[in-house]
């Protein structure tokens, strides 16, 4: 049987788990491997939402409440990172993410709580994980026409989820 204790540090080691899966997720791209860095970021989708599940269920601790989204900046910048190494995506778009990043993250460090995501914020990590999964869909898995498709519709979700970061951002700040 789980315990609430139990239960949170469940949610805390997938927390761990998808900042984690970065490196392998670089090493695989690095490769081409997509259709294993495509499995890579659906195990960190996963925890994800698994993770929020059950600290919303035994609630959640200050610790998951601060590393819950700096893992996903990780996992998420890491692969963002290498689609400007791939020249996919320029480098200054990548740029305007993570500074955004690291300023909601500061405003999170000093937040009570841990600054907990708001709506706009975790539709931004939703698009963000969207646009990732249509920009590494591998081609032997849909055919090359499909293929070059998704990238595109992926590119486009990587713009949108700037769009709702900054909003996010504005209103995280505004709250101060």
């Known amino acids: 049987m789980f315990t609430n ?3 949170r540090k469940l949610a805390d080691s997938l927390t761990l788990l998808r900042a984690i899966i970065s490196l392998p997720l670089i090493v695989v791209l690095i490769n081409r491997n997509f259709s294993l860095a495509w499995i890579l970021l659906l195990v960190a989708a996963i ?3 698994a993770d929020g599940k059950i600290a919303r269920i035994v609630g959640g601790s200050d610790w998951g409440a601060k590393m819950d989204p700096l893992a996903d900046k990780i996992l998420l910048n890491s692969a963002y990172l290498w689609l400007i190494c791939d020249s996919v995506l320029p480098f200054w778009s990548v740029w305007l993410l993570i ?9 999170r460090s000093i937040a009570k709580g841990g600054g907990p995501a708001s709506n706009l914020g975790k539709a931004k990590t939703i698009v963000q994980f969207a646009s990732l999964f249509l920009i590494f869909w591998p081609p ?3 055919g090359l026409n499909y293929s070059i ?3 595109e519709i992926g590119i486009l979700c990587f713009w949108v989820s700037i769009f709702l970061a900054y909003l996010s951002a504005y209103y995280y700040l505004k709250k101060q």
Do not use: A, F, G, Q
Not at 99 to 107: F, G, I, K, Y
């Open 5 to 7: 204790s139990k239960l």
């Open 99 to 107: 500074t955004r990043e690291l300023v909601v993250s500061n405003w």
């Open 149 to 151: 498709i998704s990238k």
């Open 47 to 49: 925890s994800d939402y």
């Open 140 to 142: 032997s898995w849909i």
